[in-house]
């Protein structure tokens, strides 16, 4: 079966063993395709098929399948649109502005970022389209379009930037198709017409070379401006409204912040799993993930900046409109969900970001780790006394303000000494410390969006005295839609990933590794367990 | 090879004015067709204008009692699908006072309507004479227009409206939006049909209060169903008249009288009122 699959789709040892070593440290994923990933590839296109079902069980009974309705008109198709699209930042922003600067430590992770850009895109686009209660008539977009609706603005810019993003994508990988074209001889004729075609005629002039880089730097300058642009007539859509919650001036830079540290994070996800997966460790090395981390620290951080800036201005007021929405988010409905956000996914990354940067605490050290017993039994009597005291308060009657107090503080102080003892544990660990938190902000990223899109709806303008808010519960066709298109996006990623080296071949050849491999700017404890060759 | 890519090079310019020169009369109709979706919330094909008219209503919450006639009214007229209510009664909860007061919501054909601007379609759009219209027939079911709307006057179709015989003989027109469709938005209309006959919309008919009046700016005049007619101007501006969230800046042609107004005659004064109150 696997010897089959082989033939049609491609592998070819043969070839493989003529490569030299450093081809082969990179190009084994490319020719050499294994059970592993058929099976992933399977198992994708099953999630991705469930999607392709629940879409069209929706074209059948109409968006009455999902679990919007005409209070909260907006859903998980929105929430996904701009988390997609905000995760898809980041190939613009890796490949261009590390290139302008000429940080050369980032030819190893560009493509990776680039090839997240362009398979985020098309499941980003997708999505507003899925929404559409109409999507026979999407063409009246183009043909009847007016160009003052924020949607206009989206499709110009989205557009743009993917057909430019694609090209940013390509333009890096010509040589390496020609380098496919030349080596993979025995691959399926359908992969040799790929290799053949993207290689564009490359073979490896210096004029060649020089147009080439010629054409990255202009891509490098366009492509910027238009990511920008990208994110925020995104946000747009919901700023170009009156609603209370969407109404907002710094919506654009808000989202943009938003996007990029989103997208770094996930790229931060993407190295480590290709480093695990295609054993790339010689490649990505400690010391792009050191400064990965710094990068996401520093977007992390403008993010929260922005989300000061955004909620604290209204929070001081709280009044007028605002009012309802706001207290959904700090006290009612949304609270749970907006504090886990808050805290879990832009505070708690923050310091994990940060921890394995600076200096071993030693004094830390010194504090009793608390054995599992002891976690274990303190967490049952928290869990206990919060069941004992909400039923105490619903069928006694008992005000539970002191105890909640207590549990507070207890809580705090049981918290605060289990997290101190967790830091050295950290420290020692930077890769995944630095995952861990990579993984925080992207579902963080995900819950954000929802709670940017639907707390607003559940709150119009005017509101009956029966009103109770408009609950919104996502059906298995929403939530079926959004599995698919995840399990569609990682499809296109990594079926790209076995079709082309994820790492650069000729851009990681002439020695760039090794220099950018001399002393990191800050001394950094030799971690146990982790190899990093550069040190 | 390279004179090749000259030789191509020169061929595609060629080309190109060639067939520049060959499409400029076209082009230039083109280019005419494609601007005119860019002219701000301009005429919609389908726009008869409504004659010069300018329509207008005015809400006396005093007299409204809440009985949810309007809505009927309106729903037998329209034959409008389940779970939307085209004219909707709210009543309205004062914050931490033991009052309420009953607050019939039409759409208010905003004069800088939010849902209008950002249609990407021009699906939505503003009528000479004031009322704005949906074309279900270019809607995409974007919901663009309902997140805009402050007034939450706007209906989705959800899933395929059920229909009637009597629905279904009708062919669609824009100003009854019938038959209804699926995946497509809906609202009060302001009754195009029954005003281009002279006839009152079905809901100030069907006010068993006279709670609502309508009428034509330009004429300055506005009816009830009791067959009151008074003067706009007049009428406004004795009853303390305001539009809702006027602070928003969205203009709406629907104006509402206080719900503590004892009298809506012109002859009672805002001040006597205000004195009634005071002393009450």
Redesign the interface.
């Known amino acids: 079966m696997t010897a089959l699959l082989a033939k049609l789709l491609g592998s070819s040892t043969e070839d493989f063993d003529k490569l030299n070593t450093h081809e082969k440290a990179l190009l084994r994923p490319v020719f050499v395709w294994g059970r592993g990933f058929y099976l992933t590839v399977a198992f994708l296109a099953l999630i991705f098929g469930f999607g392709v079902f629940a879409y069209l069980t929706q074209l059948r009974?109409?968006?009455?399948a999902?679990g919007?309705?005409?209070?909260v008109?907006?859903g998980l198709y929105i929430i996904n649109f701009v988390f997609f699209i905000g995760i898809s930042h980041v190939g613009a922003l890796l490949s261009s502005i590390l290139r302008l600067t000429g940080a050369k430590w980032r030819h190893p992770i560009t493509r990776m970022a680039e090839s997240i850009t362009f398979a985020a895109l098309l499941f980003g686009a997708l999505m507003?389209i899925i929404?559409?209660?109409?999507?026979e008539?999407?063409f009246?977009?183009i043909f009847?379009?007016?160009?003052?609706?924020?949607?206009?603005w989206d499709i110009i810019s989205i557009t743009t930037y993917l057909a430019g993003s694609s090209l940013f994508l390509l333009l890096p990988l010509i040589p390496d198709m020609a380098l496919l074209r030349d080596k993979f001889i025995h691959a399926p004729a359908w992969r040799r017409w790929i290799y053949r075609i993207l290689s564009f005629g490359w073979t490896g002039t210096p004029e060649q070379h020089a147009r080439l880089d010629r054409a990255m730097n202009t891509m490098a300058v366009l492509i910027l401006p238009i990511a920008v642009m990208v994110h925020t007539v995104v946000s747009w859509?919901?700023a170009?409204?009156?609603?209370p919650g969407w109404n907002s001036t710094i919506f654009g830079p808000y989202f943009v912040a938003g996007a990029l540290a989103s997208g770094a994070a996930s790229v931060v996800l993407a190295m480590v799993v290709f480093r695990k997966m295609y054993r790339l460790e010689e490649f990505i090395t400690l010391k792009h993930f050191k400064y990965m981390a710094a990068l996401v620290l520093t977007l992390n951080l403008a993010y929260i900046y922005f989300n000061i800036s955004e909620y604290v201005t209204l929070a001081y007021k709280m009044e007028g409109a605002e009012k309802a929405v706001l207290a959904s988010l700090f006290s009612g409905q949304f609270a749970g969900l907006f504090w886990m956000t808050q805290v879990l996914g832009l505070i708690v990354p923050a310091f994990l970001l940060v921890l394995p940067m600076i200096k071993p605490m030693t004094w830390i050290k010194r504090l009793r780790v608390l054995p599992p017993m002891l976690l274990a039994a303190i967490s049952a009597l928290f869990l206990g006394a919060s069941l004992a005291t909400s039923f105490f308060n619903t069928f006694i009657g008992f005000d539970p303000s002191l105890v909640a107090l207590a549990f507070l503080l207890g809580g705090l102080a049981f918290g605060g000494w289990a997290t101190l003892t967790l830091i050295p544990w950290l420290q020692a660990r930077p890769i995944p410390t630095f995952v861990i938190a990579a993984a925080l902000i992207v579902i963080q990223a995900w819950l954000k969006r929802f709670i940017i899109v639907v707390p607003v709806?559940e709150q119009?303008?005017?509101?009956?005295?029966?009103f109770e808010g408009a609950l919104y519960n996502p059906t298995w066709v929403e939530w079926g839609i959004t599995a698919g298109a995840l399990a569609g996006f990682l499809l296109v990623y990594l079926i790209l990933s076995r079709m082309v080296p994820i790492v650069s071949v000729w851009e990681t050849k002439h020695g760039e590794v090794e220099e950018t491999v001399s002393g990191p700017a800050h001394a950094l404890p030799q971690p146990a367990g982790v190899s990093s060759p550069e040190v | 090879m390279e004179d090749r890519r000259l030789n191509r090079r020169d061929f595609l310019k060629l080309t190109s004015l060639g067939a520049a020169a060959a499409l400029a009369p076209k082009a230039e109709a083109a280019l005419r067709a494609a601007i005119k979706?860019?002219v701000?919330n301009g005429p919609h094909p389908g726009d008869n204008g409504g004659g010069a008219h300018r329509w207008v209503m005015v809400i006396d919450l005093a007299r409204c009692d809440g009985c949810g006639e309007c809505t009927k009214a309106c729903s037998a007229m329209h034959l409008v699908p389940p779970?939307?209510e085209w004219i909707k009664v709210?009543?309205?909860?004062h914050e931490g006072l033991a009052a309420?007061h009953f607050?019939p919501?039409p759409c208010m054909q905003c004069d800088n309507p939010?849902c209008v601007?950002?249609?990407?379609?021009?699906?939505s759009y503003k009528r000479s004479d004031g009322i704005v219209l949906i074309d279900q027939e270019?809607?995409?079911?974007?919901?663009?227009c309902?997140?805009?709307c402050?007034?939450?006057a706007?209906?989705?179709?959800?899933?395929?409206p059920p229909h009637t015989a009597r629905e279904l003989s009708q062919s669609y027109s824009v100003e009854t939006n019938i038959p209804h469709r699926?995946?497509?938005?809906e609202k009060c209309l302001f009754c195009p049909a029954l005003t281009s006959k002279g006839e009152l919309p079905a809901c100030v008919t069907g006010c068993p209060m006279g709670a609502i009046y309508f009428g034509d700016e330009n004429e300055n005049a506005v009816t009830n169903s009791l067959g009151e007619t008074l003067s706009l101007s007049d009428f406004l501006h004795d009853g303390a008249a305001h539009r809702?969230?006027e602070e928003?800046g969205?203009e709406p042609r629907v104006w509402y009288l206080p719900p503590r107004t004892q009298s809506t005659s012109t002859q009672s004064q805002p001040s006597a009122v205000l004195l009634s109150g005071l002393e009450g």
């Open positions: 009974d109409g968006l009455a999902t919007m309705r005409d209070t008109s907006w507003p929404d559409l209660g109409r999507p008539r999407m009246n977009l009847s379009g007016r160009i003052q609706s924020p949607i206009l859509i919901f170009m409204t009156l609603r709806l119009p303008f005017i509101t009956d005295a029966a | 979706p860019l701000a779970g939307q709210y009543n309205i909860e309420s607050f919501r939010p601007n950002v249609c990407p379609v021009g699906a270019v809607c995409i079911g974007c919901r663009f309902m997140a805009a402050p007034y939450s706007r209906y989705f179709n959800w899933a395929e699926k995946g497509v938005v809702h969230l928003l969205t």
